[in-house]
């Protein structure tokens, strides 16, 4: 997608930036007191509290399942079960999304998976602009 072209994706999570030729990424923050990192932008350091406002950088692509939930009862419409999870990625950000391509009995604390980004699930706004979602799934033979 060109950078003038109006139907350029939109983040549909607060810490996806899309670049002006339409990839995107997850953009996580760190603090350069003591490396701390979280999703969101904050005014001071939730860790050291540091008053210098945590640094953006590009999140990483890869890391490791932390814990998870199967979920097998949600809203219509949405395929169950499905695995919820918390994953640690390699540069210390830690982020909640749907681990796919996975049997949920073949899961365990520490599985390498690497983030995905993509269309959403097909979901657009009311006038049909896409929005951009991630997702992970087990890297390699995880």
Do not use: Q
């Amino acid at each position: 997608m060109s950078a003038g072209n109006l139907d350029m994706a939109k983040p549909g999570h607060k810490a996806i930036r899309v670049c002006a030729d339409g990839s995107a990424y997850v953009e996580g923050y760190r603090c350069l007191a003591c490396g701390a990192a979280f999703p969101e932008a904050t005014m001071a350091c939730r860790a050291c509290a540091s008053r210098t406002p945590p640094h953006p950088f590009r999140a990483a692509e890869t890391g490791k399942l932390y814990t998870w939930s199967v979920v097998s009862r949600s809203y219509p419409g949405i395929a169950v079960p499905f695995v919820s999870a918390i994953v640690d990625l390699d540069d210390g950000l830690t982020l909640k999304g749907t681990l796919r391509d996975v049997a949920p009995d073949s899961l365990r604390a520490g599985m390498p998976v690497r983030l995905v980004i993509d269309n959403a699930g097909g979901a657009t706004d009311k006038d049909g602009v896409p929005y951009v979602g991630f997702h992970f799934i087990p890297l390699g033979d995880a």
